[in-house]
């Protein structure tokens, strides 16, 4: 990915389907056994990789051209996911919930995904047994097996998105009632709990620390829209205040971007909040800020390293804390070749502002640095060439075209010696 820096971006752009709810309402269909419709699902790589290992076992899924996405889950007899498949992506792991919830047997492969750090599944396993599920983990591959579900009283250490899922959706089809305590709180919760019970289920307090879920016998098919991905429209905020430009994102809901619009607002960016847009006017003196990620409703991790790019333009010294993922701050260096002044610690990076970003050839080394490292672009004097894009399109649609709609100057090449030919 080849950008020309010291554009200002402007315009209007609009946020598609939530890559983290969407992944698991995808999965979140084979509860069903039925027909089902998802609307607002985003056209990025990991959708379409989850689609294919859900077609493997038996899924019958179609787009048309109204954006509908048709999913026949009826025709799934078990849930066994191909080893190569399932182990690419780690939302696949959602399939465990979902497959233990009608079948009472499912067997994948250890998730994959991008590569930031620790991410155990051992709460997930922890929920399966508290409801009666027996899990064993051999070269790889993890199996959940139960004669029957039996709802049960679920304490998380830590607050974690996946297993609470993962949790809401075997609990779905468990007998008598789950209560998760210490539960995840992200709009995507909502959003799952709101798909479960349109398809029959009965759950309460999604949003809350506290979901209880009343296990039901069967689920039917339902139609469900997938809420606007609050990390893209993040992203493109990030983008407009780094540049200096006016962008008006759409399609968003703005109570879920209350975070990232706090911090902004503290750097000086004029943030202005409509029903379902936000519009981003940037400046070109930012103030230093602290930023420390939290789960839901603190300042996410998958926009640190964006904001953390944005901290390289602002007057004086700011600190982030990373307290979720200890990967977080790999690209670093590749910041740092670019002209970026930005010391780590362990989970604390200080990064010294007030810096002229130069372009330089750069490697997206995950999905969120990736896009991080096109804002850099962005902002930066000259060519920057951004190395294995391929992470980005795992969770960003058409991001190329909507920047360039803009007033972004990027192209694609497949390789950076081919741009140099054809220049």
Do not use: W
């Given at each position: 990915?080849?950008?020309?820096?010291?554009?200002?971006?402007?315009?209007?752009?609009?946020?598609?389907?939530?890559?983290?709810?969407a992944?698991?309402?995808?999965?979140?269909?084979?509860?069903?056994?039925?027909?089902c419709?998802?609307?607002?699902?985003?056209?990025?790589?990991?959708?379409?990789?989850?689609?294919?290992i859900?077609?493997?076992?038996?899924a019958?899924?179609?787009?048309?051209?109204d954006?509908?996405?048709?999913?026949?889950?009826s025709?799934?007899?078990?849930?066994?996911?191909?080893?190569?498949?399932?182990?690419r992506i780690?939302?696949?792991?959602y399939?465990?919930?979902?497959?233990?919830?009608?079948?009472?047997?499912?067997?994948?492969?250890?998730?994959?995904?991008?590569?930031?750090g620790?991410?155990?599944?051992?709460?997930h396993?922890?929920?399966?047994?508290?409801?009666?599920?027996?899990?064993?983990?051999?070269?790889?591959?993890?199996?959940?097996?139960?004669?029957?579900?039996?709802?049960?009283?679920?304490?998380?250490?830590?607050?974690?998105?996946?297993?609470?899922?993962?949790?809401?959706?075997?609990?779905?089809?468990?007998?008598?009632?789950?209560?998760?305590?210490?539960?995840?709180?992200?709009?995507?919760?909502?959003?799952?709990?709101?798909?479960?019970n349109?398809?029959g289920?009965?759950?309460?307090?999604?949003?809350?620390?506290?979901?209880?879920?009343?296990?039901v016998?069967?689920?039917?098919?339902a139609?469900?829209?997938?809420?606007?991905d609050?990390?893209?429209?993040?992203?493109?905020m990030?983008?407009?205040?780094?540049?200096?430009?006016?962008?008006t994102?759409?399609?968003?809901?703005?109570?879920?971007?209350e975070?990232?619009?706090a911090?902004?607002?503290e750097?000086?960016v004029?943030?202005?909040?409509?029903?379902?847009?936000?519009?981003?006017?940037?400046?070109?003196?930012?103030?230093?800020?602290?930023?420390?990620?939290?789960?839901?409703?603190?300042?996410?991790?998958?926009?640190?390293?964006?904001?953390?790019?944005?901290?390289?333009?602002?007057?004086?010294?700011?600190?982030?804390?990373?307290?979720?993922?200890?990967?977080?701050?790999?690209?670093?260096?590749?910041?740092?070749?670019?002209?970026?002044?930005?010391?780590?610690?362990?989970?604390?990076?200080?990064?010294?502002?007030?810096k002229?970003?130069?372009?330089?050839?750069?490697?997206?080394?995950?999905?969120?640095a990736?896009?991080?490292?096109?804002i850099?672009?962005?902002?930066?004097?000259?060519?920057?060439?951004?190395?294995?894009?391929?992470?980005i399109y795992?969770?960003?649609?058409?991001?190329?075209?909507?920047?360039?709609?803009?007033?972004?100057?990027?192209?694609?090449?497949?390789?950076?010696?081919?741009?140099?030919k054809?220049?």
């Open positions: 990915m080849i950008i020309e820096g010291g554009t200002k971006l402007s315009g209007e752009v609009s946020i598609t389907g939530f890559k983290n709810a992944l698991p309402i995808l999965a979140g269909t084979v509860l069903a056994g039925d027909k419709i998802i609307n607002n699902l985003p056209k990025i790589e990991d959708i379409e990789c989850l689609k294919e859900m077609r493997c076992i038996g019958k899924i179609a787009t048309d051209r954006g509908k996405t048709k999913v026949d889950t025709s799934i007899k078990e849930c066994k996911a191909p080893h190569e498949l399932s182990s780690r939302a696949s792991y399939l465990l919930g979902a497959g233990l919830g009608r079948f009472k047997n499912v067997e994948i492969s250890l998730p994959g995904g991008c590569n930031i620790s991410r155990p599944i051992d709460l396993i922890k929920g399966f047994e508290a409801l009666g599920a027996k899990v064993e983990i051999n070269h790889g591959i993890i199996s959940c097996k139960a004669d029957k579900l039996v709802g049960a009283d679920i304490y998380m250490d830590t607050v974690s998105v996946g297993a609470t899922i993962n949790i809401m959706f075997a609990a779905s089809m468990a007998e008598g009632t789950t209560i998760i305590r210490n539960a995840a709180r992200e709009p995507h919760i909502v959003d799952i709990a709101n798909l479960l349109s398809m289920g009965k759950v309460v307090g999604a949003g809350t620390d506290t979901v209880k879920i009343t296990g016998e069967s689920l039917h098919g139609e469900h829209t997938v809420i606007p609050q990390i893209e429209a993040g992203t493109y990030v983008a407009a205040a780094g540049t200096g430009g006016d962008v994102l759409k399609n968003v809901i703005p109570t879920h971007l975070a990232i619009t911090k902004l607002r750097m000086d004029e943030v202005l909040e409509y029903e379902d847009s936000i519009r981003v006017i940037g400046t070109d003196s930012l103030k230093s800020i602290n930023i420390k990620t939290l789960p839901y409703p603190g300042f996410p991790t998958d926009l640190q390293q964006p904001m953390t790019t944005l901290l390289t333009r602002a007057a004086g010294t700011s600190i982030v804390n990373e307290n979720m993922f200890e990967g977080r701050f790999k690209f670093v260096d590749e910041l740092n070749r670019m002209g970026a002044d930005i010391m780590v610690e362990g989970r604390t990076a200080v990064v010294q502002g007030a002229s970003l130069s372009g330089a050839e750069v490697r997206a080394t995950d999905l969120r990736g896009a991080a490292l096109i850099a672009g962005l902002m930066a004097e000259g060519t920057t060439v951004v190395n294995e894009p391929y992470h795992r969770g960003y649609e058409n991001i190329e075209d909507k920047l360039i709609a803009l007033g972004a100057r990027i192209t694609k090449v497949e390789s950076a010696e081919e741009n140099l054809t220049s």
